[in-house]
């Protein structure tokens, strides 16, 4: 059972930044995958960026790539999201998820789920 808190959201100027957090419990954090994760009003929820257990593998999501970056620390039980470069798109409900398995996390269907961080980036 993993449970993950996020924090770090607000509002921003466009070409902005902000740096995300997603705090997890338990002690076994090192072993799970993490992902970020979208969701505008109206849209369907959207995968942004993944990275696996070790930190070893990212991913991203085109429309963020060169912008975004996922990190983590394992040993805070923490992973992390820099947005660079911000647009008005980019303004969603930011959520924070674990699966053990990466696949599963890059499909948009891991097992753990954060409460979400609003972001708003004005024009």
């Known amino acids: 059972q993993v449970q993950l808190v996020e924090s770090g959201g607000g509002l921003v100027q466009a070409g902005g930044s902000l740096r995300l957090s997603c705090a997890a419990s338990?002690?076994?954090?090192?072993?799970?995958?993490m992902g970020w994760f979208r969701q505008a009003p109206g849209k369907e929820r959207e995968f942004v960026a993944a990275?696996?257990?070790?930190?070893?593998?990212?991913d991203y999501a085109d429309s963020v790539k060169g912008r975004f970056t996922i990190s983590r620390d394992n040993a805070k039980n923490t992973v992390y999201l820099q947005m660079n470069s911000l647009k008005p798109e980019d303004t969603a409900v930011y959520l924070c998820?674990?699966?053990?398995?990466?696949?599963?996390?890059?499909?948009?269907?891991?097992?753990?789920w954060g409460q979400g961080t609003q972001v708003t980036v004005s024009s």
């Open positions: 990275i696996n257990w070790s930190g070893g593998r990212t």
């Open positions: 338990g002690r076994t954090f090192s072993s799970y995958a």
């Open positions: 998820a674990a699966d053990l398995d990466y696949t599963r996390v890059v499909v948009i269907t891991p097992n753990y």
